[in-house]
């Protein structure tokens, strides 16, 4: 009779469904070897990936899921709009580049170098390019990279699903090996990271230079060299911090990220998922050759910037006056 009533308590057997529902998953012995990013739906298949992978042709076998219909989606074209912003701003960036270190390192001198940023300013500085080849690029690669990341997220959600008892188990889970869980949110990569503080940075370097000299004198037009060299020489710990994230984390973000456009750089997680001996010789190679070049242009952009700019002195007669007013603005 007892064995009767367990098996027909209906609170017995309510406690046994949720027990079975939020039940972890026994991680496999090579789990890692799973761990890599979803393939791609339909409307990404024609996108270039990274260095060394596959790709799913357009009507493969995630159409047949109900995943996503034929045709490119949006991911398609923000991937594009992505892409093509940095070219833009790539253009700017290799002509500021030139301006604020290779001149000065061939002059080594900032009076003489003062004359070329003033030339290349009429290049990107008037009231249609400066928006078209700075402004306009950088809100475009900034927006269209968050929308690709919550448009992956959502697309994570329709191909697990979110509202399943198995999916509030996963990610409600106490268990110690969480890693081995799905991910909704796609992996934060370097390149993703560092495009976050290089925006940062160069937000602080626009309003510093750009802005502020609006603000306080109405005119930027005096702004070049000497304006840096001359915070430098008033306070040089601020601007040495700043200008030394700005060109480490923006060289490195560029670089990287025109590996991957060039489909020369191996996946994020490249040392996990490769197996195969020479592969894996392959993309350290790559990785290697790509972490040399950022590095050799980090330095050579800070050797213009900070050893020849940053240690020039103060500005002299009516210009320091100018630039002094505007650096008390801000307390600097």
């Given amino acids: 009779m007892a064995s009767d009533y367990r098996t027909l308590n209906p609170k017995a057997s309510q406690e046994t469904l949720m027990s079975l529902l939020q039940l972890d998953p026994s991680p496999i012995d090579n789990a890692s070897l799973y761990e890599k990013d979803l393939p791609p739906l339909p409307e990404e298949a024609q996108d270039s990936g990274s260095y060394g992978s596959k790709h799913t042709p357009t009507g493969s076998t995630s159409s047949t899921l109900g995943l996503s219909g034929s045709g490119r989606g949006p991911i398609y074209y923000l991937s594009r709009i992505q892409r093509y912003s940095s070219y833009t701003f790539s253009l700017f960036a290799g002509l500021h580049f030139a301006n604020t270190s290779v001149i000065p390192l061939v002059y080594r001198s900032v009076p003489y170098s003062e004359p070329f940023l003033l030339m290349a300013r009429e290049l990107y500085q008037t009231p249609l390019t400066e928006p078209l080849l700075v402004a306009l690029p950088v809100v475009a690669h900034?927006?269209?990279?968050?929308?690709?990341?919550?448009?992956?997220?959502?697309?994570?959600?329709?191909?697990?699903?979110?509202?399943?008892?198995?999916?509030?188990?996963?990610?409600?889970?106490?268990?110690?090996?969480?890693?081995?869980?799905?991910?909704?949110?796609?992996?934060?990569?370097?390149?993703?990271?560092?495009?976050?503080?290089?925006?940062?940075?160069?937000?602080?370097?626009?309003?510093?230079?750009?802005?502020l000299?609006?603000?306080?004198?109405?005119?930027?037009?005096?702004?070049?060299?000497?304006?840096v060299s001359h915070g430098f020489a008033r306070n040089p710990l601020p601007p040495w911090i700043a200008y030394s994230i700005l060109l480490s984390v923006g060289v490195g973000h560029m670089v990287w990220g025109w590996a991957k456009w060039l489909n020369l750089s191996p996946p994020a997680n490249w040392k996990k998922i490769t197996i195969d001996k020479q592969l894996r010789k392959t993309r350290r190679r790559a990785w290697w050759g790509i972490q040399a070049?950022?590095?050799?242009?980090?330095?050579?952009?800070?050797?213009?910037?900070?050893?020849?700019?940053?240690?020039?002195?103060?500005?002299?007669?009516?210009?320091?006056?100018?630039?002094?007013?505007?650096?008390?603005?801000?307390?600097?």
């Fill in 213 to 227: 000299p609006l603000v306080v004198d109405g005119d930027s037009s005096n702004i070049g060299l000497q304006y």
């Fill in 142 to 211: 900034v927006t269209s990279g968050i929308a690709i990341r919550l448009l992956r997220r959502r697309q994570n959600i329709q191909r697990y699903g979110s509202e399943t008892p198995g999916m509030w188990a996963l990610h409600h889970s106490k268990s110690s090996d969480r890693k081995h869980t799905v991910k909704i949110w796609p992996p934060m990569t370097y390149i993703s990271v560092s495009g976050y503080v290089f925006v940062g940075a160069l937000a602080s370097h626009v309003a510093m230079n750009r802005i």
């Fill in 293 to 332: 070049v950022t590095v050799t242009l980090t330095a050579l952009w800070a050797a213009g910037c900070l050893g020849i700019v940053a240690r020039a002195g103060p500005a002299e007669g009516w210009l320091a006056t100018v630039y002094d007013n505007i650096y008390a603005a801000v307390g600097h």
